[in-house]
Structures are given as structure tokens and as C-alpha cells.
Nanobody, 122 residues
Framework: QLVESGGGLVQTGGSLRLSCAAS????????MGWFRQAPGKERNFVAG????????IYRDSVKGRFTISRDNAKNTVYLQMNSLKPEDTAVYYC?????????????????WGQGTQVTVSS
């Protein structure tokens, strides 16, 4: 089970830190990813991190603003979001991928959280 938290309403230029707590799986064996879905749009990749925290990948539009990290002792993955823009508004989902490097492809992930809403006001 993956449970996201930390979403909310923030003004343009603000920051939020999303968390995703994992249970029922051996967290250290999974690469993790964050995706987002805006109303009426498809779910898009945001960031990914390898199971050993030695590789991260990002979509171009968030590079330099978002940072993905993980704490395997706490079974938690984070997404620090800075310099937020209205176009970052979406439901953010975390996902787990068994034993493989991070991927930007939705279908490569095996488990998904329920999502947390992020709204950036202009």
C-alpha cells in the first residue's frame, strides 16, 4: 500500500513537500516514481528514483525545481517542490516498480497510491 500526503493549496512561487509512505512491500527493493494528472489530461511522469538512491530522473519541466528523495529506513519517498507554477496543479501519485531502475513510463510501475491534490494559485 502506498499513501501520499502533503498536498494542498499554495501560491505561485511557493513550496510543498509530498510524502509517500509504503507498507506491505519490501520498500528497498522498489524503484519509486511520482506522476501527476491534471483534470481532463493523461497521467504524466514527474520524477523517479532508484531503489538504492543512486539514480534520479525528472521530466524536463520540473528539473531544477523538484527533488525526489527516499528514506529506506522509513519506507518513504518524498517530492520536494519549489518555485511552484499554476501548471503544476494536479493530483500527484506515487508509484512503485519492483527491482528495476526508475522509469518514466506509467505501465512500468506495479503499485500506485490514491493521490494527493496540489493546487497552485496564480
Amino acid at each position: 500500500q502506498l499513501v501520499e500526503s502533503g498536498g494542498g493549496l499554495v501560491q505561485t512561487g511557493g513550496s510543498l513537500r509530498l510524502s509517500c509512505a509504503a507498507s506491505g512491500l519490501t520498500f528497498r527493493n522498489y524503484a519509486m516514481g511520482w506522476f501527476r494528472q491534471a483534470p481532463g489530461k493523461e497521467r504524466n511522469f514527474v520524477a523517479g528514483i532508484s531503489r538504492s538512491d543512486d539514480e534520479t530522473i525528472y521530466r524536463d519541466s520540473v528539473k531544477g525545481r523538484f527533488t525526489i528523495s527516499r528514506d529506506n529506513a522509513k519506507n518513504t519517498v518524498y517530492l520536494q517542490m519549489n518555485s511552484l507554477k499554476p501548471e503544476d496543479t494536479a493530483v500527484y501519485y506515487c508509484a512503485a516498480r519492483m527491482g528495476l531502475p526508475p522509469s518514466g513510463i506509467h505501465n512500468d510501475y506495479h503499485y500506485w497510491g490514491q493521490g494527493t491534490q496540489v493546487t497552485v494559485s496564480s
